[in-house]
């Protein structure tokens, strides 16, 4: 293959998470959605609000195989083990492979043996503390971090005193995302929670994609009470319009934000629930906490940095 750094490259790959794609769809090549009838998860395609770019294609599973691709972009086990299989053609299955883990280890924190064991495919991590977890044998692997588009004129404002918490379908999953943490902790701190299923859990509902910065910016600050996950895109997007983030010091988190610089992390939640009341009581300090924040997102979260390391990475195992 051409070695050039112009080539636009077809890549075949799956909707599993939406802002994630979008942000990756930015890269200047052409991206086929493998679609399925009812579009269920995974194979939704480019169903829902996001404005998804003209090089962004519907691929119906029962036509994969008939086409022409140069990379295979895998981001899930189902994918992998089953669409893998059964979908791609032999000569697809010998098409240069990567393998985006969006997750720490779900099983075992740091023992378990990531299922893309093969030397011939790149495994992509989003975040050093998943790479760290993970074991993932002989197959190699390099970390990506987040990139995110800065919401044209959306800034923290702030003046609403109460945190807003974002994440879906928290109710049904339980501790992992924090759903005790966060009950424990809307005793004693006002906090709105929005997302898929939100109500459920006594929260808002969903926000879409396209009005949650809008939507956030008047709230105080970010909570982030998720115990293990890789750095969720909603954290990154509510740093880029200025907004401190309280959370727990876990995971990628622990790298992100800096007490009293960008927010406040904790793994005592008494000490984060003292943080919150700081910043009710003082919106100049939440304020200058978000323009930390803010700081950070700008200069760690690019989307053109984002982009560049895709570009460079496609065409690395594609030449």
């Known amino acids: ?10 890549v075949l790959t799956w909707h599993v998470h939406g802002n994630y794609l979008y942000y990756l769809t930015q890269a200047h090549h052409d991206f086929y959605l493998v679609t399925k009838p009812d579009h269920p998860p995974g194979y939704a395609g480019t169903v829902g609000v996001l404005p998804w770019g003209n090089n962004v294609h519907e691929m119906p599973a029962d036509r994969v195989a008939s086409q022409q691709f140069d990379v295979i972009l895998f981001q899930h086990k189902t994918q992998w083990n089953d669409d893998r299989i059964n979908l791609l053609s032999e000569t697809q299955r010998r098409l240069p492979r990567v393998y985006i883990e ?32 993970w074991d993932c044998g002989v197959t190699p692997t390099r970390v990506i971090e987040h990139g995110v588009i800065v919401p044209e004129g959306v800034r923290y404002t702030g003046e609403k005193a109460r945190g807003i ?16 943490i966060y009950t424990s902790v809307k005793a004693h701190v006002p906090l709105d929670l929005v997302g898929m299923d939100a109500k ?25 009470p998720i115990r293990w996950t890789s750095l969720g895109l909603a954290v990154v997007e509510a740093m880029t319009i200025g907004m401190p983030i309280v959370g727990l010091a876990t995971t990628e988190l622990a790298t992100v934000i800096r007490n ?6 904790d793994t005592n939640v008494s000490a984060l629930i003292d943080a919150m009341h700081e910043l009710l009581r003082d919106p100049d300090e939440a304020l200058r906490l978000g323009n930390g924040a803010r700081k950070v997102a700008l ?3 690019r989307i053109d940095r984002f982009i560049r390391d895709w570009n460079h990475t496609l065409r690395y195992v594609s030449s």
């Open 1 to 10: 293959m051409s070695n050039s750094p112009c080539r636009r490259l077809r």
């Open 102 to 133: 969006h997750d720490p280890p779900q099983e075992n924190a740091f023992e378990q043996r990531h299922w893309v064991d093969d030397a011939n495919t790149l495994l992509i991590h989003v975040t050093h503390f998943n790479q760290l977890m």
């Open 165 to 180: 918490v974002v994440i879906n379908h928290l109710r049904q999953r339980r501790r992992r995302l924090g759903d005790d």
């Open 200 to 224: 459920s859990a006594g929260g808002i509902g969903e926000v879409g994609n396209l009005d949650l910065a809008a939507f956030s910016a008047s709230y105080r600050f970010f909570f982030n």
């Open 260 to 265: 009293g610089e960008s927010g406040y992390i």
């Open 299 to 301: 200069e760690r979260f």
